[in-house]
């Protein structure tokens, strides 16, 4: 090439400080120098060079050999020269000028820088055009601050082919607020799947998005399976469209909260009660908006609810069946009374026996009736003992037997050695008759088996809510008798009824059945256990208590007793009757003046007390009805003994003795006859109270 006055010119080759000239010439220069984000000019010569002689090794896989030499990152980016950085990249940098943060370079590198290096480098070979990544640095200040990059890579084409321009851009901030939200996300993450509540979403057509584990295991399904599902897939079909009027009440634009509660089904199609919470949120930009939903299994507060209305039901049966009892006992009190009279009386004869024989039996099956309501309410009388329940079920057991049906097949296990019991053993036979009796009819024409069992057992209170215990008893060890049939076992709507009165799903009108046995296993203590499975059988236990160590029999109230050696005739007793009704106080006279006793009759407490303070000398035994309006016995009993300490005392009451005995604590010497009564329960009681035992 020649000049114009003809001789050959020499070209320069350009050095490196001329191309970065070049770069920066004119409004360029203005740009870099004014730029608010840090710009660099490297010259990566040397580090081209490097990565060509490594690929000339026979390095087919750059990226598994950079991270298996981590020495060599670390030197490419010491042999990086910065030919130029501008203003904003000092700042970021830390450094007092530009120089400082050319000779520095490697003070700004920490272990998360060399990831970055390692995708310049690889781009480098690979011949990009454009490196684009995030980086770490620290700052010579010591700040840690971190960047997104953008770099200009050189090629052999380039027109600089060994400068390298990089954009820096601080995302420091950024970096930050998506860590505090990734945290946040994380923490809310955390809480919703380890919570116990159901947490999911859907969107407002009711479609499924998010369910959280609690969710899933809950319904007995994966998330893929649930997140394919509408929120109406998930209700039991006579609740669909209360769900669906809710939806729709968020599409037209609802806000608020709904709380409810509804059913679920599990995969295997039983259901769940669920309280449901919904509360709309709102979505992301271009994004409908969500319903998040709070579900909560209800299922052992809906078991407790069931409980607690069935505990007062049976208490209000139970206190309805007692005060039924009690006036049916006054008037079967006047009833037989009456007969007993009559047929007593010589003056009729043998022509009406019959008759008043069929009065007092069917009054004594009505009192027998009534003795069962009293067992159902609680209020029967029981003397308990130490017993051995299997000991109890062996001696009834060829009774059992009768009471089956002739296909079915009555079988024992008895338990040996068992722990003591306190029981009444007529009572407790008859909840055994009645359970093994409804078990047989349970069998139906088909017959099966019948199976008898006892044992002792702990029962924890998973155990008793599960199956049904009634009344609830403490968790703890009891002695156990349990009667498994192979039937037809209840469905829900009869065990849930099935204490109550009269109730029987073969013959109605049966009798009290399994609500008396309730009452008897009740007053010992216990409670009865109920498993069932429709069209498989059933299986009902009661459980009782174990006797203290050392159980002594305890007196219900002290009376006094005369050795039975000694006699006493009644004649010529003085006795105070008090009783509200006036046909029981007839019929009681008619006994007492029978035994020769002379009568003072009176229908309420008050008055009781007015006559025995003017006659106390002359009286010598009161005999008090239990349950009066003004005065009750217990009252009218206080007010007599402080007239006279020693007045012998009968209570007379329609209720059990045991509801004398809790009404009636810390009170002394007192007996009790209960209605409807005989002449012959009247002298017995007379005799017992004044110390004696009277024959007449």
């Known amino acids: 090439m020649k000049t114009n006055n003809g001789k050959p010119s020499v070209k320069r080759k350009k050095n490196k400080n001329d191309q970065m000239g070049d770069m920066l010439s004119g409004s360029w220069e203005f740009i870099f120098r004014n730029a608010q984000v840090p710009l660099y000019v490297e010259d990566i010569s040397l580090v081209r060079a490097a990565i060509k002689e490594v690929l000339d090794t026979g390095v087919k896989d750059l990226s598994n050999w950079l991270d298996a030499h981590p020495e060599f990152i670390i030197a490419t980016i010491q042999n990086t020269n910065i030919l130029d950085a501008n203003d904003r990249a000092v700042e970021v940098a830390g450094a007092r000028n530009k120089e400082e943060l050319i000779r520095s370079l490697d003070r700004l590198v920490v272990p998360e820088t060399l990831e970055s290096f390692k995708e310049i480098l690889m781009s480098i070979a690979d011949g990009q055009d454009v490196y684009e990544g995030e980086s770490q640095y620290r700052s010579l200040d010591g700040r840690i601050f971190h960047t997104l990059n953008r770099a200009l890579l050189p090629n052999d084409e380039s027109k600089n082919p060994d400068l390298m321009i990089l954009a820096s851009h601080d995302i420091t901030t950024l970096k930050s607020a998506q860590r505090h939200l990734q945290e946040s996300e994380d923490r809310y993450r955390a809480v919703v799947e380890t919570a116990s509540d159901v947490i999911l979403t859907h969107d407002l057509n009711g479609k499924i998005l998010f369910v959280n584990k609690a969710g899933s295991k809950l319904l007995g399904r994966t998330n893929d399976q649930l997140e394919n599902l509408y929120l109406k897939d998930l209700v039991a079909e006579r609740f669909v469209s209360d769900m669906q009027e809710r939806i729709q009440e968020r599409e037209k634009?609802?806000?608020?909260?709904?709380?409810?509660?509804?059913?679920?089904?599990?995969?295997?199609?039983?259901?769940?009660?669920?309280?449901?919470?919904?509360?709309?949120?709102?979505?992301?930009?271009?994004?409908?908006?969500?319903?998040?939903?709070?579900?909560?299994?209800?299922?052992?507060?809906?078991?407790?609810?069931?409980?607690?209305?069935?505990?007062?039901?049976?208490?209000?049966?139970?206190?309805?069946?007692?005060?039924?009892?009690?006036?049916?006992?006054?008037?079967?009190?006047?009833?037989?009374?009456?007969?007993?009279?009559?047929?007593?009386?010589?003056?009729?004869?043998?022509?009406?026996?019959?008759?008043?024989?069929?009065?007092?039996?069917?009054?004594?099956?009505?009192?027998?009736?009534?003795?069962?309501?009293?067992?159902?309410?609680?209020?029967?009388?029981?003397?308990?003992?130490?017993?051995?329940?299997?000991?109890?079920?062996?001696?009834?057991?060829?009774?059992?037997?009768?009471?089956?049906?002739?296909?079915?097949?009555?079988?024992?296990?008895?338990?040996?050695?068992?722990?003591?019991?306190?029981?009444?053993?007529?009572?407790?036979?008859?909840?055994?008759?009645?359970?093994?009796?409804?078990?047989?009819?349970?069998?139906?024409?088909?017959?099966?088996?019948?199976?008898?069992?006892?044992?002792?057992?702990?029962?924890?209170?998973?155990?008793?809510?599960?199956?049904?215990?009634?009344?609830?008893?403490?968790?703890?060890?009891?002695?156990?008798?349990?009667?498994?049939?192979?039937?037809?076992?209840?469905?829900?709507?009869?065990?849930?009824?099935?204490?109550?009165?009269?109730?029987?799903?073969?013959?109605?009108?049966?009798?009290?059945?399994?609500?008396?046995?309730?009452?008897?296993?009740?007053?010992?203590?216990?409670?009865?256990?109920?498993?069932?499975?429709?069209?498989?059988?059933?299986?009902?236990?009661?459980?009782?208590?174990?006797?203290?160590?050392?159980?002594?029999?305890?007196?219900?109230?002290?009376?006094?007793?005369?050795?039975?050696?000694?006699h006493l005739d009644l004649p010529g007793k003085l006795v105070l009757v008090v009783d509200e009704d006036p046909a029981v106080r007839r019929v009681c006279e008619g006994f007492l003046r029978r035994l020769g006793c002379s009568v003072l009759s009176v229908g309420n407490g008050p008055d009781a007390v007015r006559i025995f303070s003017q006659r106390f000398d002359e009286i010598d035994l009161a005999i008090l009805d239990l349950s009066m309006t003004d005065m009750d016995g217990v009252a009218t009993f206080r007010r007599l003994r402080v007239i006279q300490p020693n007045l012998p005392v009968i209570f007379s009451s329609g209720y059990g003795e045991e509801e004398l005995h809790e009404r009636a604590r810390g009170l002394d010497e007192y007996g009790f006859i209960s209605k409807p009564f005989k002449l012959a329960n009247v002298r017995q009681a007379l005799g017992m109270a004044l110390g004696k035992t009277a024959d007449h």
């Open 253 to 566: 634009g609802f806000s608020g909260t709904f709380i409810f509660e509804t059913p679920l089904l599990h995969s295997d199609g039983h259901e769940i009660p669920m309280e449901i919470s919904t509360t709309m949120i709102a979505g992301e930009v271009h994004e409908s908006p969500q319903v998040i939903a709070i579900l909560r299994d209800i299922s052992e507060r809906k078991a407790m609810e069931s409980r607690l209305v069935n505990h007062h039901k049976m208490e209000s049966l139970g206190a309805l069946a007692g005060g039924i009892a009690h006036d049916f006992n006054n008037l079967l009190a006047t009833i037989m009374g009456n007969a007993e009279l009559l047929k007593s009386d010589p003056r009729m004869g043998n022509e009406f026996n019959d008759f008043l024989e069929s009065i007092l039996d069917a009054s004594g099956q009505a009192a027998d009736l009534c003795q069962q309501m009293l067992a159902y309410s609680g209020k029967g009388q029981f003397s308990v003992n130490n017993g051995d329940l299997s000991m109890v079920v062996h001696e009834v057991s060829r009774l059992l037997q009768a009471r089956v049906s002739g296909r079915a097949r009555l079988n024992f296990q008895l338990a040996e050695n068992l722990p003591a019991v306190l029981v009444d053993t007529a009572p407790i036979r008859q909840v055994i008759m009645e359970l093994v009796t409804n078990a047989s009819e349970s069998l139906g024409d088909d017959g099966g088996e019948v199976m008898v069992r006892t044992g002792r057992a702990e029962f924890t209170k998973e155990a008793l809510l599960s199956r049904h215990c009634s009344p609830m008893l403490e968790p703890g060890y009891y002695i156990f008798c349990e009667v498994a049939d192979s039937g037809s076992g209840m469905d829900s709507a009869s065990l849930d009824r099935v204490f109550d009165p009269f109730y029987s799903t073969r013959t109605p009108g049966r009798g009290l059945g399994l609500s008396a046995a309730l009452g008897i296993v009740k007053g010992h203590g216990g409670g009865f256990l109920i498993d069932t499975i429709e069209g498989v059988g059933s299986t009902v236990s009661f459980l009782l208590p174990e006797a203290p160590v050392k159980t002594r029999k305890k007196a219900k109230g002290k009376r006094k007793k005369s050795p039975d050696t000694l």
